[in-house]
């Protein structure tokens, strides 16, 4: 018998039909992947399993978990097969966590829920247990949340749904916002739980390398329905539905020469544009960026030279953020130099704002950086305004959204922020900083909060720009995929020094240092570009 | 909510419409002592609809007349104090270091005074008349507004679109204007409406303790003199009822109107998510 059976499941909210005849099985030892891009329904499936939807959804269609059907369990039955028999590892742990109470209360809580005669003394020895499980030591129990670092806290996530002993475990996006290192532990981790217990698991995530690397099957979800599913080595070699298609090549191998300068993308393909490199434009010398006690950049070099692209790549905490962020003129260095055309970048005044002219920002989130009550227009002209370039701002801030691929621009102009799909926010954004026509594209984490389908567009717009107008970028990023497919030179930071640079073939394919080493293993696409097909 | 809000909308104009257009629907000669011909304390009539005062002026004329004098102050107050508040709040966000720290202990002190009491004394030291009365409330009761207004920005001022701006090259007065001011704006126009109503309520209670501008009517000065001239006593419950269910019903429409404006504005419910 399945551990969970989902036959022709719908969900409707009262605006639309998200889910529409699903159909999953999960046996017990397995882990499924459900892959998707965002709005594709997974999520609602996910939760519609414990029925924790929203009382204004409607779900029809059979579901059941270890032979409990679920949809007609009265509420005591669901409460106790809640957690004692299927659990959930919440989307973004940094807040399904309480941030008020030490993280061994919040694990032992589903326990003492579930078994009231369990005393505060077993209770502390279950937790401890779970804990050794997960591999974190047993007095982080007494850990607030914020003291732990994002792979820890999941790991906390990972405890609570053990807690009980579920036969069945649901992950949603388990994952997201770690970075890879952390990403791969995390996921050894699960893979390890459901191997050991011989529990079933449901993995949803965006990511079909991070799928590939833990589940035996996958099933590829689209508009609400499953559009593709097989063994993973069958549906990843040879995706058979546009959609899977898509997600497989979003996720570029990185080595593969057939994924070098080639972003996904339906339009023609992006010209490499090498021809365009030139002389040196920025310079970084030994830069030093503190906080406090925290050093968050230590000594860092960097060049790069007029229309080319380098990829700044490192862990999350490595101070790549900060090093943009200096070269932007953001935060003030408390040591070292950066200089621009040879010149070095004034701290203030009239200097700084012409700096700031010629080196323009794309920031991580296009949603938070844009202000949602200016229209596009206003957002796009923010610039020519600010320098108060001379012409007509209208005219200027259509021909921006023209190089930016927003086409006919007319149509975005009068739009607002939230009208937009994640994409094209994040081409607003990189028009606006085109419409100073800079000379050089500070990049942080252009695609990572952008779905599978987008990041290609985004990244073959990069590759465009550089041909078409010399356009030279920094592109900050923890996705060495990216390095790879846009990047001609890498440089690899840790704790703020650099580790190791040079052209992206040499430095990805034959890395010199160890560091840049185990980067490159934990990315789950080495594992599966390296699987014969 | 929003129906609640366009009620009170409605009395608001309706009252702040008599407030006005009283001097040429109504005679004042009806509110000179010296001239009215009412019995005393005289019960409600035909023809004094809500009775008479102690001198036999009408309870309704008066109740009418100080609509001016409560609304003139509660508007005045209310955007004296949210002015300084936002004032206060903004400069001290945006400047932080030595001056944030400043103002903002500055707003403490303000903020820990009785602010009645200090407004009591402040009415006794300055000149009698309804501009005191104004700066008595506006000075006492603008440390909240600061506190909020400087939350907010802070809060704006963290957006990563701020910092977008500032990278495009934009100054303090680019970033304030474009980007702060809007996302403040609508916290001060929620939070002038809601003062509005305090600063009734606080005009009428230092008017009904003798602190207002003797020569004009308000609602707070009636229910004074209802009380020091034994109308209670006389069981004259047509003299305090007018006054004090307009102070309460204005204030009510006030904050009614304030809270669905609060929802209308508040960027937080505009703001996809």
């Not at chain 1, 992947?33 to 939760?47: D, I, M, P």
């Not at chain 1, 200097?351 to 010629?358: D, M, S, V």
Request: charged fraction near 20%; proline fraction near 6%; aromatic fraction near 4%.
């Amino acid at each position: 018998m399945s551990l969970l059976r989902v036959r022709d499941l719908h969900v409707r909210y009262p605006s639309e039909h998200a889910v529409r005849g699903v159909d999953l099985d999960v046996e017990a030892g397995e882990t499924l992947g459900l892959a998707g891009e965002s709005g594709c329904g997974k999520s609602t499936v996910a939760l519609s399993l414990l029925r924790l939807l929203p009382r204004t959804a409607a779900v029809s269609g059979e579901i059941s978990v270890d032979g409990e059907d679920v949809t007609t369990l009265n509420w005591g039955r669901l409460r106790a097969l809640r957690w004692a028999r299927a659990s959930v590892v919440f989307q973004g742990a940094m807040h399904a966590l309480n941030p008020v109470r030490r993280v061994g209360e919040q694990i032992a809580e589903p326990i003492r829920l579930h078994d009231p005669t369990v005393t505060a003394a077993q209770a502390r020895a279950r937790v401890a247990d779970l804990l050794a499980q997960v591999e974190l030591p047993a007095e982080r129990a007494r850990a607030y949340p914020h003291e732990l670092s994002g792979g820890q806290k999941q790991r906390v996530m990972i405890a609570m749904a053990l807690a009980c002993g579920p036969r069945l475990i649901v992950a949603d996006e388990p994952t997201t916002a770690l970075d890879v290192v952390v990403q791969a532990q995390v996921l050894d981790l699960l893979s390890g739980v459901v191997a050991e217990r011989g529990i079933g698991m449901l993995l949803i995530s965006h990511d079909l390398a991070v799928l590939a690397r833990v589940c035996g099957r996958l099933a590829v979800m689209d508009a609400g329905r499953v559009v593709e599913s097989g063994p993973t080595g069958r549906v990843v070699a040879e995706p058979a539905h546009p959609r899977t298609r898509a997600l497989v090549a979003a996720f570029p191998a990185v080595g593969e020469p057939r994924h070098r300068r080639a972003p996904a993308t339906t339009g023609e393909p992006a010209p490499a544009g090498v021809d365009r490199v030139g002389g040196e434009l920025l310079r970084v010398e030994g830069l030093r960026v503190r906080f406090g006690d925290t050093v968050a950049v230590d000594g860092a070099d960097l060049d790069v030279r007029a229309g080319e692209i380098v990829a700044l790549v490192g862990q999350s905490g490595s101070g790549k953020t900060t090093l943009a962020r200096a070269v932007l003129g953001l935060v003030r260095p408390d040591g070292g130099r950066v200089l621009l055309d040879g010149r070095a970048v004034p701290a203030r005044g009239r200097g700084l704002r012409e700096h700031r002219r010629q080196v323009q920002w794309v920031p991580q989130d296009p949603t938070s950086a844009l202000n949602p009550r200016h229209r596009v227009a206003d957002a796009v002209a923010e610039g020519l305004r600010v320098h108060r370039v001379p012409g007509d701002h209208a005219a200027l801030a259509a021909a921006a959204l023209a190089e930016a691929e927003l086409r006919p621009p007319e149509r975005y102009l009068p739009a607002l922020p939230h009208e937009l799909s994640g994409g094209q926010r994040q081409r607003v954004v990189i028009a606006a900083a085109l419409a100073l026509a800079p000379r050089l594209l500070v990049a942080d984490e252009p695609v990572a909060s952008l779905d599978a389908s987008v990041r290609g567009e985004i990244l073959a717009l990069l590759l465009r720009l550089r041909a078409r107008l010399g356009l030279a970028a920094l592109v900050i990023t923890h996705d060495l995929g990216v390095a790879w497919t846009v990047a001609d030179r890498v440089v690899v930071l840790r704790a703020g020094r650099v580790v190791e640079s040079g052209p992206v073939e040499r430095v990805l394919t034959d890395p010199a240092q160890a560091y840049t080493r185990s980067l490159l293993a934990a990315i789950p696409r080495a594992r599966w570009a390296s699987r014969p097909t | 909510m929003r129906r609640g809000g366009v009620v009170g909308g409605l009395v608001l104009v309706v009252v702040a419409l008599l407030a006005v257009v009283a001097p040429w629907v109504t005679d004042p000669a009806g509110l000179d002592v010296t001239r009215v011909d009412g019995p005393r304390l005289g019960a409600p009539s035909g023809e004094y609809w809500l009775g008479t005062d102690e001198n036999g002026r009408s309870v309704l004329l008066l109740t009418w007349w100080g609509a001016r004098v409560s609304l003139l102050v509660g508007v005045a107050a209310a955007v004296l104090s949210v002015g300084i508040g936002t004032l206060v709040g903004l400069v001290a966000a945006m400047a932080g270091g030595w001056v944030s720290a400043v103002l903002m202990r500055l707003t403490d002190f303000f903020l820990v005074l009785p602010s009645l009491v200090l407004a009591i004394a402040l009415s006794t030291v300055l000149e009698r008349g309804v501009g005191t009365i104004v700066l008595a409330i506006g000075l006492t009761s603008w440390p909240g507004a600061a506190r909020l207004v400087r939350a907010q920005t802070l809060a704006v001022a963290a957006r990563p679109y701020v910092e977008r701006a500032h990278a495009l090259g934009g100054g303090t007065v680019h970033v304030v204007v474009r980007h702060v001011l809007p996302g403040v704006v609508p916290l001060v126009v929620v939070n002038t409406t809601l003062a509005v109503g305090t600063a009734i309520v606080a005009e009428s209670t230092l008017a009904f303790l003798g602190l207002g501008d003797p020569t004009a009517v308000s609602w707070g000065a009636m229910l004074r003199t209802a009380s020091s001239t034994g109308a209670v006593t006389a069981g004259a419950w047509w003299y305090l009822v007018p006054p004090g269910l307009a102070i309460a019903g204005v204030v009510l429409a006030v904050t009614v109107c304030g809270r669905a404006l609060e929802t209308v504005l508040d960027p937080r419910l505009r703001e996809p998510r």
